[in-house]
Structures are given as structure tokens and as C-alpha cells.
């Protein structure tokens, strides 16, 4: 059974730092592509940051400079280290787990959330 299992979110005051962590697990075949994706009360869920296999980043505008996504490959497991946060920043967080080849597959975590006070 696949899971993916996020930790690391919380309640901080803006300009303050969070790390979320996540986990997979039951994934018997390579990934391409692990991420983060965000979605704010009353707005769509948008993409945070990926990390592909070979290191690849790709941000948000949003977040460019202050979000920093890393990933252990051998323990499929993705980070998002978050610094500067602010108010805009509070939403559920995501953890996404891709595969493009075939066979594709596409894993996505219960989420966490992300309260950035004012």
C-alpha cells in the first residue's frame, strides 16, 4: 500500500521558518518527480516546488528565494524548507509523488497545514 505521510506543519508568525517532511512509502518503482502543492481556502490548488529525480528544481514565482525543496532519493523522501513566511503562505500543504514513465502513476499525500500569523 503506498502512503505518503507529511509532517512539519504548524502555526508561526510571519518572517518565521517551517520545514515540512514527507515520506513514501510502498513505492516499488522509481520516481520521477516529488513535490509540494498548496491550496488556500477558496482557491485552487497551485504547485509550491518540485525536485526530479536528477535534481531538477522548479519553484513558484511566490515562493523564489525563500522555499528551498531537497529530496533523499534513497529513502523517497521530499523536504520543503520554508523561510520568510508570510500571512499568504497559510493553506494546506501537499505532497506529491510522480511517475512519468510507464508505468505512470501519480501519489499524493493527506496534506498538512500551515498557519502564518500577522
Known amino acids: 500500500q503506498v502512503q505518503l505521510v507529511e509532517s512539519g506543519g504548524g502555526l508561526v508568525p510571519a518572517g518565521g521558518s517551517l520545514r515540512l517532511s514527507c515520506a513514501a512509502s510502498g513505492i516499488m518503482l522509481e520516481l520521477d518527480a516529488m513535490g509540494w502543492y498548496r491550496q488556500a481556502p477558496g482557491k485552487q490548488r497551485e504547485l509550491v516546488a518540485t525536485i526530479t529525480s536528477g535534481g531538477r528544481t522548479n519553484y513558484a514565482d511566490s515562493v523564489k528565494g525563500r522555499f528551498t525543496i531537497s529530496r533523499d532519493t534513497a529513502k523517497n523522501t521530499v523536504y520543503l524548507q520554508m523561510n520568510s513566511l508570510k500571512p499568504e503562505d497559510t493553506a494546506v500543504y501537499y505532497c506529491?509523488?510522480?511517475?512519468?514513465?510507464?508505468?505512470?502513476?501519480?501519489?499524493w499525500g493527506q496534506g498538512t497545514q500551515v498557519t502564518v500569523s500577522s
Open positions: 506529491n509523488a510522480e511517475r512519468r514513465r510507464w508505468p505512470p502513476f501519480d501519489y
